[in-house]
C-alpha cells in the first residue's frame, strides 16, 4: 500500500527556504543552495526536471521519481510554477488548497484541486496505487503529521546554516512525535535522513 513520504532538503538549523521568499524568489534568498546536491546534472530540456545526480544522490533521487503521486500545498506549489503541471513521469499531482485553482491549472490535466486534507491523502494514495506519495512543503507537512496523516519522512540535511527563512517544522503542537530511524546515508554535499512516523 502506499505510503505519504515527506521529501524535503533543509538546513542544519532546520530552514527549507531562506529570507525574503515570494512567488518569484520561490526559495528565498540563498535557498538554492538546498538542492544543489541534486542540480548537479543539466535539466531535461522538455521537462525542466533535473538529470539524474551521480552515486548515492542518485539513487535517493530515483526514489524520489518512483513515487505515483505528489500531494502538496499552494505555498509550494504556486512559488514552483506549478510544476509546469508535471511534476515527474506524468503522475497525479494533489493540491490542497482553500480557495480554486488558478486560471492556468485549466492546461494541467494532471493537477487536482482539494480543500480537505484527509481527502486529498486518500485520492493520491489511491492514484499512487503501489508507489508512494511525496509529500512535499511545510505547511501540508505540519497539517498531515497534525492529522496522523504522515507516514514517512527523507530529510535530505544539508550541510549550512541559514539563520532565517522558513522552517520546515516550525507551527507544531507541542505533543512530541517519534520517529523510527529507517536509514542515514551520507553523501557528497548532504546526508540523507529517513525515519518512519511513530502513531
Known sequence: MAATVLYMSMSLDGFIAGPNERPDNGL???????????LTEPRDPDSGVPGRPAGVNGEVYDEMM????????????EPAGGWGGDHHGGVPIFILSRSGPPAQAAAWPLVTFLDDLGTAVVRAKEAAGERDVLVHGAGIAQMALAAGLLDEIQIHLVPVLFGQGRRLFDHLDATQVELEPIRVVEAPGVTHLRYRVGR
Not at 528565498?28 to 541534486?38: F, K, P, S
Not at 500531494?71 to 506549489?77: C, N
Open 28 to 38: 528565498g534568498d540563498g535557498g538554492l543552495r538546498l538542492h544543489e546536491w541534486v
Open 66 to 77: 518512483a513515487t505515483g503521486a505528489v500531494l502538496a500545498g499552494r505555498g509550494t506549489f
